[in-house]
C-alpha cells in the first residue's frame, strides 16, 4: 500500500507510523529495483503479471518503474496498488484483532 494508507493504519492498529513510513518507502525502492533481476529469475514475461505483481509489492515507486518499462506494465501496475491499497484499508483493521487475538 501507499504511505499515507500505512500510516494511517498502522497509527490505528497502534503502531508506529514514522517507522511505518521508512519501511514502506524502502519496500517500494528494493521492490523497483530488485523488479528486472526476479522478473528474470522466475521467467515471467506476461506483461500483465509483472506490473500488477510490481504495483502490489513496491506501490508508488514500483509503479513508476513500471511505466518504465512498458505502458501495459504501468496500468496494471496502477491498478494493483489501488486495489492493495483498498483491500488493505478496508480490512486490516478488522482482521488485527483477530490475527493478535490468534497469536496470543
Known amino acids: 500500500m501507499t504511505t499515507p494508507i500505512a500510516m494511517g493504519i498502522a497509527e490505528r492498529i497502534g503502531g508506529l507510523p514514522s517507522l511505518t513510513s521508512v519501511l514502506v518507502i524502502l519496500t517500494g525502492v528494493l ?7 526476479i522478473y528474470r529469475l522466475t521467467a515471467c514475461r506476461d506483461p500483465a503479471a509483472r506490473g500488477f505483481a510490481l504495483g502490489i509489492a513496491s506501490h508508488g515507486i514500483g509503479t513508476a518503474r513500471a511505466f518504465q518499462i512498458g505502458e501495459q506494465e504501468g496500468a496494471f501496475a496502477a491498478l494493483g496498488m489501488g486495489l492493495n491499497g483498498l483491500l488493505t484499508a478496508a480490512f486490516l483493521p478488522w482482521l488485527m484483532p483477530v490475527l493478535m487475538q490468534w497469536l496470543r
Not at 521492490?31 to 533481476?37: I, L, P, R, S
Open 31 to 37: 521492490g523497483a529495483v530488485a523488479a528486472q533481476g
